[in-house]
């Protein structure tokens, strides 16, 4: 490669690792809570009775 | 090189680096796939479909990463050189990859309703100012579309038609896509994710790509900013002694101007061509003089030591410098190119053998 392309390169990387990684940060931090674990006791009961208290 | 141009140059390497490419990439959705139903049915009904869309998807990420890191490595390491030679190949299967990831997703979560699926991909989720819900699959059909745009002109036919440096910076964009991939993941797979696995080894490619290219990056900034202290007043730049080159292999020195010079030594003559490739200006002081010929790491590409000219039947040429030792033993390089296809002054080291 030559020069320009060379700083070029390394410019676009620059801007655009901090980017992606806010946005994969960003993604991270608000994903919602695991729902594999124990349901509440309101969903369970919704499941049995098929309505809310 | 570019006489005329075929799909592929196949030669028995590159077809069992191919074959190795698609039985690995076979192994990894297979392992995939069994490793997902076997914990699925535990569960929930097995979705078998579902499973092979993300299997496909992750394969061509996996692959996207790995080509990215061929290039940053190879500027690092020297060993890495013979990946760099067939990297095209493994972004092809990349992309062929992200097809079957795509169509399948979009016949399988979109082809079932009365929209076109192309619509129902646009409209089916209308969460656009969400952050957690945000509809992940624009940005795959974004990374998807840079991707098509890389496949369709990867062809030496468009490098040769575009310019070297004009491909390149369109091939650039490989980056962006690379980025909305790991943010199509992120806002989608991700989402739903039980294991910290998944999110640890998105993280962890995601620092190893823009790892490598920043610190190869920068290692080629220092060296480009060093060149500013060259100096060359009488128009001859002292480059080293002979013995600092090894046989069949170049020492690169930078010019003035910012160009380099590579300085190979075939035996006991000493040869000054300019570094860049006309392939894709690859930097040729990193290969080796093979069967004569000076070929370039990247692609294999060849030119002639002597007067910088590709072997018939091709035609390619790249600029010569002339050289001359000093009384004290030392390599000077003039740093004028010479007009393309003239032979440059070498030098004939006594004693050396032949």
Redesign the interface.
């Known amino acids: ?3 320009p ?6 410019m ?3 801007v ?2 901090p ?3 806010a ?2 940060a ?3 931090w ?3 809570p ?3 674990a124990e349901p509440s006791s309101d969903l369970a009961d919704i499941a049995v009775t098929g309505e809310a208290d | 090189m570019g006489l005329k141009y075929q799909a592929v140059q196949w030669n028995g390497n590159k077809i069992v680096y191919d074959l190795c490419v698609v039985a690995a990439t076979a192994a990894f959705i297979g392992v995939f796939m069994a490793i997902g139903l076997r914990s699925q049915a535990t569960g929930h009904q097995a979705d078998a479909v579902g499973l092979l869309i993300r299997a496909l998807g992750d394969a061509a990420f996996l692959m996207l990463t790995i080509t990215l890191a061929i290039g940053p490595l190879a500027r690092l390491t020297p060993r890495v050189l013979p990946l760099l030679y067939n990297r095209r190949h493994l972004g092809v299967m990349t992309f062929l990859a992200a097809v079957a990831h795509f169509a399948l997703a979009l016949f399988w979560y979109h082809g079932g309703g009365p929209l076109n699926p192309f619509v129902s991909l646009f409209v089916s989720n209308p969460l656009y100012r969400s952050v957690e819900g945000f509809p992940f699959e624009i940005f795959g059909l974004a990374a998807f579309a840079i991707l098509f745009l890389m496949a369709a002109t990867s062809h030496d036919f468009w490098l040769k038609t575009l310019s070297a440096p004009v491909w390149k910076l369109l091939h650039m964009a490989v980056y962006a896509a690379y980025g909305l991939l790991v943010l199509h993941v992120a806002y989608g797979a991700l989402m739903t994710e039980k294991s910290v696995v998944y999110p640890a080894l998105m993280v962890a490619a995601l620092a190893l790509v823009a790892g490598l290219h920043v610190v190869a990056g920068a290692r080629e900034w220092r060296r480009d900013s060093g060149m500013k202290g060259v100096h060359a007043p009488d128009g001859w730049l002292d480059v080293c002694s002979p013995e600092d080159i090894p046989d069949k292999r170049a020492v690169i020195a930078p010019l003035p101007k910012g160009d380099r010079v590579a300085v190979f030594r075939d035996g006991a003559k000493i040869y000054a061509v300019e570094n860049a490739c006309r392939h894709q200006n690859g930097p040729l002081g990193e290969g080796v003089i093979k069967d004569g010929f000076i070929t370039c790491p990247w692609h294999g590409w060849q030119y002639r030591p002597q007067d910088g000219v590709s072997p018939p039947p091709f035609n390619e040429r790249i600029a010569t410098h002339d050289l001359r030792l000093s009384s004290l033993g030392r390599i000077f390089v003039r740093v004028k190119k010479n007009p393309l296809g003239q032979a440059g002054a070498p030098i004939t080291i006594r004693g050396a053998k032949p």
């Open positions: 490669m030559k020069r392309q060379r700083r070029l390169h390394l676009i990387w620059i655009l690792a980017t992606i990684a946005g994969l960003l993604a991270l608000r994903a919602p695991d729902l594999s």
